[in-house]
């Protein structure tokens, strides 16, 4: 059965996001044992896309296979021929840039890049610079690619490190690979640029009011950008059915429930993946995969 | 001397309030003319970024002296204000702007 399945999926060109609207309710586990077990008869390359907080890294023993230092472009005033008109505070939206007195003031962390003071300063006196805002790395393990970047302390915007990121795996990894990112969690910028990009989603939820209650705003969310959805249930056996009833309510397919024990915790604490160790967890894995199948099904 | 508050009304017994860059309005009182002016500040709500940044240029126009305040500003803000050249007092988010500024007089309120 699982060769038949892996056998399917290799057709699948296919983007994954794996996200959730809680924090903590299984993303990574889900994604690093998606990931590995799925690259034991495919190509898969995982993503982690969570550079607030990335931590897939924790759970992947590879070799570095690269590193790389990223950069935004912000704006650097020069007061030569500046005329100290304001078009540029004017046209940001985001208060990254201001006139005082005589003087123009940048906020990097705040500099979203999007050229509109230096391309309409009628002096050209913003021109834009690189400043370093993260670092990306890339691993294989085993037969698995494994590319994850980190945003320094400090930096604000996770969005142009995210999009960079996606950049340089579609450059590096041909559609051959499915694609696999581990979002962020919530339902602001970063979210939004981790899984835009994305054809089908995976949402990890925890079968709890509150995780119902933070999975129901993701739901909404992937509605406003038009993708298509499944539910994992991770930690299932605590909580209530809410989550289920929800899902049947609203038409959303349940593709696995992870079950709530405690050697899962230990393993994940240890850093190590759970499919291999835990066979009630490796069957749940292997319907996750088999959901795949019916995607390429239906495509 | 001018002094700047951080409040939610526009006379002596309104409160204050305790943020800095999303403050509802800045009240200043000109302590020789015994004058209150004041700013409203409530469109901040609409800014999703650098609320901080855009009161602090507010704040550096009008050339207040002394700037009490609640929490205090934020980094981006703190930026700012020390181009603005003005004494910053903390920990008086809330209290009325009267008490706020007796507090002041008394030096019972801590420099920021």
């Not at chain 1, 399945?5 to 994604?31: D, F, H, N, Q, W």
């Not at chain 1, 390359?45 to 990335?54: G, I, M």
Request: proline residues 5%; negative net charge.
């Amino acid at each position: 059965m699982t060769t038949s399945i892996v056998c399917l999926i290799e057709r699948l060109k296919m983007k994954i996001a794996i996200a959730s609207g809680k924090g903590g309710t299984g993303k990574t586990t889900v994604a690093t044992n998606l990931a590995k077990y799925l690259s034991e008869n495919r190509k898969v390359v995982l993503v982690d896309l969570d550079v607030e907080e990335p931590n897939s890294g924790l759970f992947l023993n590879g070799s570095l296979m690269n590193q790389k230092e990223m950069f935004k472009k912000i704006p650097n005033w020069e007061s030569e021929n500046c005329t100290l008109c304001g078009k540029c505070q004017s046209v940001c939206n985001f208060n990254a840039i201001m006139k005082l007195g005589e003087n123009i003031m940048v906020f990097p962390e705040l500099c979203h890049s999007c050229y509109a003071c230096s391309e309409l300063c009628p002096t050209q006196s913003l021109p834009m610079i690189p400043m370093k805002m993260g670092m990306l790395t890339e691993y294989k393990v085993e037969q698995l690619g494994f590319v994850g970047s980190k945003l320094d302390i400090g930096q604000e915007q996770a969005v142009p490190l995210i999009a960079q990121t996606l950049d340089y795996v579609d450059e590096m990894y041909s559609d051959d690979y499915l694609k696999l990112y581990d979002a962020p969690p919530g339902t602001s910028c970063p979210v939004i640029e981790a899984t835009k990009d994305a054809d089908f989603i995976f949402l990890v939820t925890e079968p709890t009011p509150f995780g119902l209650h933070d999975m129901k705003l993701a739901v909404e969310t992937m509605r406003e950008l038009k993708k298509p959805m499944a539910v994992i249930i991770n930690r299932y056996g605590i909580g209530d059915a809410e989550v289920e009833a929800y899902c049947k309510v609203e038409g959303i397919d349940i593709i696995a429930n992870f079950p709530n024990q405690r050697y899962i915790a230990e393993l994940y604490s240890q850093g190590k993946l759970i499919y291999p160790h835990v066979p009630e967890f490796k069957a749940e894995l292997l319907k996750a995969a088999d959901y795949c199948k019916h995607l390429v099904k239906e495509n | 001397m001018k002094i700047a508050f951080t409040t939610k009304g526009i006379d002596w017994d309104s409160k204050m309030d305790p943020r800095f860059g999303r403050t509802e309005f800045i009240l200043v009182y000109d302590v020789e003319k015994e004058d209150f002016t004041h700013v409203d500040n409530r469109s901040i709500a609409d800014q999703a970024h650098g609320a901080g940044p855009k009161t602090a240029q507010l704040l550096f126009d009008l050339k207040p002296d002394v700037l009490i305040t609640g929490n205090g500003p934020g980094g981006n803000a703190a930026t700012v204000l020390e181009k603005a050249n003005l004494k910053i007092y903390i920990g008086a988010g809330d209290m009325t702007v009267k008490a706020a500024y007796e507090a002041y007089k008394n030096g019972n309120l801590k420099e920021g």
